[in-house]
């Protein structure tokens, strides 16, 4: 099927900035596993064309995909709202059309609890063989995938068998989360429902979980955009560019709140991308920009657009 008229979005940015470890590019396309099925997207201008593994009703399908992808948001109007400076208005430019997904809130607790202290690559494959080991396999065309596993499957197999995917000592904090999920102490349709502050301290409250966990778990699944996971690329990037000293985690939260308000998630996401995709990004030239506001219309970034 196709989704036509889809504006100010890019595929290839959302995709590939960092929020999940499901999809990987073959050729023009990207496949992904969302919700036991795998998905085929591929843009063209303004049109996504999407195959899926299991057969899908249309009319419930598209919105369910608009959400996943953020495309119901003025996306615009809230990065015209962190423009604050030239530096942020130039990342916004290269980068135009990342949104920030909606992802399922189980897996991205898991995902997020086996990022800790590991690099993309060993994530991935973490969650590779945890999905064929416990779940289900999934075929497109001659692409073969497999489900991520539910908490059930992962709270009732043992630490040993954890181990052996490579999980390390995320193994017990995974495990504990996913016995916490089954016996209701951690209830996903309670944790939907509570605002951002209340939602991180219960996924804190989990032996495991800390700040800038609950933080990618609130951003990147419960559509909490006042979120801002920090870890060594956040507190670098605020450091070097707008506070220009080593600061505490609180400092670089306050001064990012203040600053940036409440769509603070979309702005990190903008600039954690883009210093991965430009090595200079903290050369003079740049950090000249910081100090260079800038006053524009969002119509000002259309000639970016993918």
């Known amino acids: ?3 036509q008229n889809v504006k100010d979005f890019s595929l290839k940015y959302t995709l590939e900035s960092g929020q999940s470890f499901r999809w990987n590019r073959v050729g023009e396309a990207y496949y992904g596993v969302v919700e036991g099925r795998i998905l085929k997207i591929s843009q063209q201008g303004s049109t996504l064309s999407v195959e899926s ?14 959400h996943y992808l953020d ?9 015209a709202e962190v423009t604050k400076d030239a530096y942020i208005h130039r990342t916004i ?4 059309g990342m949104h920030i997904l909606n992802q399922e809130l189980w897996e ?8 800790q202290n590991n690099n993309v690559s060993r994530i991935r494959g973490i969650i590779r063989r945890l999905s064929e080991r416990y779940g289900q396999k999934l075929r497109i065309g001659e692409y073969v995938d497999y489900s991520f596993p539910s908490a059930h499957a992962l709270a009732t197999t043992t630490e040993t068998e954890l181990l052996a995917c490579g999980t390390g000592y995320r193994a017990s904090y995974l495990q504990d989360t996913a016995r916490a999920v089954i016996s209701g102490d951690l209830s996903l349709a309670s944790l939907k429902q509570l605002p951002y502050l209340e939602a991180k ?6 032996k495991g979980i800390g700040e800038k966990v609950a933080d990618c778990i609130c951003l990147f699944s419960l559509g909490h955009l006042a979120a801002l996971p920090i870890d060594v690329w956040i507190k670098r990037i605020f450091e070097t560019l707008y506070l220009r000293r080593r600061a505490t ?9 203040n600053y940036f308000g409440g769509g603070v998630g979309y702005a990190q996401q903008y600039l954690f991308h883009y210093v991965h995709e430009c090595p200079d990004w903290a050369d003079a030239e740049h ?15 259309k000639s970016v657009v993918n």
């Open 1 to 3: 099927m196709q989704i």
């Open 53 to 66: 593994s299991i057969s899908e009703d249309e009319a419930t399908f598209v919105p369910y995909l608009r």
């Open 71 to 79: 495309l119901e948001r003025d996306v615009p109007k809230l990065l």
């Open 93 to 96: 430019q290269k980068l135009w």
């Open 108 to 115: 991205t607790i898991a995902s997020f609890i086996l990022s």
């Open 201 to 206: 301290q219960k996924l804190m409250d989990r």
């Open 249 to 257: 985690h609180r400092e670089i939260r306050e001064f990012a709140y």
């Open 287 to 301: 950090l000249s920009l910081i100090e260079a506001e800038t006053e524009f219309s969002t119509a000002s970034y």
